[in-house]
């Protein structure tokens, strides 16, 4: 069974500094994709960035990117500039090339900003 | 916004009583799922539904039960709620369960108390 592990259950950043997010998962499949979602106090569940494993370029959205090692099964998201407004829980998450589609979640990382 | 609403947002009941939770979608998509979030866990599957009439179990659909009739109405039951059911339940929904950029897109949540 496919795993995420997010080992920072919270970090804390100073306004327009940058701050980098750990997962790791573990899968014996071949293709894959992987999301980072962010859940500000609202609740409300938002699409920060995906990776496609197939694809080496690592993305990135804005001041949002991730560091894609395949190899060592590693997905860390950086935000550059950090802003209040980006103080939230991440979540890493993993959905496999099947046909079920459903999203395996870490645990959470907490993100505090300070000004 | 990806049209997805539940209802109810909160609801508080008593244990051994049934309860349904209702997730609405305006996008015509096929895939729904069902996931609950506590704290130290991250969001989990329950079950999800890939089709009218169509549905499966997730990770921790013990306590649950789903139904489809509609494309836009997927319900969730729990048949006789218990405290250990007291969570956040998410919907989600995306058009397919495979293939490229196949984002989900989630529901305000609802919160569920089981006293």
């Known amino acids: 069974a496919q795993t995420v592990t997010q080992s920072q259950p919270e970090m804390s950043v100073q306004e327009a500094e940058t701050v980098t997010l750990s997962c790791t998962y573990d899968?014996?499949?071949?293709?894959?994709?992987l999301f980072w979602y962010k859940q500000p106090p609202s609740r409300q569940m938002i699409l920060v960035i995906r990776?496609?494993?197939?694809?080496?370029q690592n993305a990135t959205e804005n001041r949002f990117s991730v560091n894609f090692q395949k190899a060592a099964k590693s997905f860390s998201l950086k935000i550059s500039d950090s802003q209040l407004g980006d103080a939230a829980m991440y979540f890493c998450?993993?959905?496999?090339?099947?046909?079920?589609?459903?999203?395996?979640f870490g645990k959470g990382t907490k993100l505090s900003v300070k000004p | 916004d990806a049209g997805i609403t539940q209802s109810p947002r909160h609801k508080v009941t008593e244990t051994g009583t049934p309860v349904t939770l209702r997730c609405h979608q305006t996008?015509?998509?096929?895939?729904m799922y069902w996931y609950r979030q506590d704290p130290g866990h991250g969001l989990r599957l329950i079950h999800y539904?890939?089709?009218?009439?169509?549905?499966d179990k997730g990770e921790v659909s013990d306590g649950y039960s789903v139904s489809r009739s509609k494309t836009e109405d997927f319900l969730l039951t729990l048949e006789s709620a218990t405290s250990s059911q007291t969570s956040v339940y998410f919907c989600?929904?995306?058009?397919?369960?495979?293939?490229?950029?196949?984002?989900?897109?989630f529901g305000p949540g609802t919160r569920l108390t089981v006293l």
């Open positions: 899968t014996s499949e071949s293709d894959y994709y």
């Open positions: 996008e015509n998509h096929r895939y």
């Open positions: 990776q496609e494993a197939y694809k080496q």
């Open positions: 989600a929904i995306s058009p397919t369960g495979w293939g490229s950029y196949n984002e989900q897109f």
């Open positions: 998450a993993y959905r496999g090339g099947g046909s079920q589609g459903n999203l395996i």
């Open positions: 539904s890939y089709g009218v009439k169509d549905t």
